[in-house]
């Protein structure tokens, strides 16, 4: 059984950084697409990022290139968001998502939250001004 633990999340001022962390356990994660999607209230889930199994291809949604970074340590089987400039409407929980198997990150996202199949909780995150 796959569990993604997430982490990392809090309170900070616009402008300010937080590192998210994405803990899974279960099976080993290193061939599998990760992500970040987050949810504001009243707002759809929405997609972040995702990186590839080794790590080598990123996908960031056009609004973040440049303030959040994705990366992973397949032997900590880990992922992780660090996010830096934050605004006011980055404000939501941040959750953590991974694909069944080896599945290419083009097919993987253009199934949307579909192509993912395990999801952590979530990790609250507030910007305040």
């Known amino acids: 059984q796959v569990q993604l633990v997430e982490s990392g999340g809090g309170l900070v001022q616009a402008g300010g950084s937080l590192r998210l962390s994405c803990a899974a356990s279960g099976r080993s994660l290193s061939s599998h697409v990760m992500a970040w999607f987050r949810q504001a209230p009243g707002k759809e889930r929405e997609f972040v990022v995702a990186?590839?199994?080794?790590?080598?291809?990123?996908d960031y949604l056009d609004s973040m290139k440049g303030r959040f970074t994705i990366s992973r340590d397949n032997g900590k089987n880990t992922v992780y968001l660090q996010m830096n400039s934050l605004k006011l409407e980055d404000t939501a929980v941040y959750y953590c998502?991974?694909?069944?198997?080896?599945?290419?990150?083009?097919?993987?996202?253009?199934?949307?939250?579909?192509?993912?199949?395990?999801w952590g909780q979530g990790t609250q995150v507030t910007v305040s001004s």
């Open positions: 990186i590839t199994g080794n790590g080598g291809t990123k």
């Open positions: 998502a991974a694909s069944e198997g080896v599945v290419p990150l083009t097919a993987v996202q253009a199934m949307g939250r579909n192509g993912y199949v395990y």
